[in-house]
């Protein structure tokens, strides 16, 4: 079983940029899958991009592509959202999931694909 702790959410203006990271608890963090989803107000959680288990595998999700980076340290338990030129529809709240996987190039693109969820972390984006 894994725990996750996601951190680094807040306010930014639109342009600016966050860094989200997700830490996991446990000794086995390099054999899960991961995933970053959000969820705004009013509609459904949706995909934002997934990492591989050693992080040279990733995908994104069209709206974010170019702007968004996921990044993973199996060293640190953690793995990164790093998101730029930010604009008012990122606004969300962001979560992290996890997905035991023995597949090492596995790449989760919808939520009921993880296992785990951290609490989630606010971003707000303003215009």
């Known amino acids: 079983q894994v725990q996750l702790v996601e951190s680094g959410g807040g306010l930014v203006q639109a342009g600016g940029s966050l860094r989200l990271s997700c830490a996991a608890s446990g000794r086995t963090f390099s054999s899960y899958a991961m995933g970053w989803f959000r969820q705004a107000p009013g509609k459904e959680r949706e995909f934002v991009g ?26 640190k338990n953690t793995v990164y959202l790093q998101m730029n030129s930010l604009k008012p529809e990122d606004t969300a709240v962001y979560y992290c999931a996890a997905r035991l996987s023995m597949n090492s190039d596995y790449l989760g693109l919808e939520p009921r694909k993880y296992d785990y969820w951290g609490q989630g972390t606010q971003v707000t984006v303003s215009s």
């Open 50 to 75: 997934a990492i591989n288990l050693s992080g040279g595998r990733t995908y994104y999700a069209d709206s974010v592509k170019g702007r968004f980076t996921i990044s993973r340290d199996n060293a």
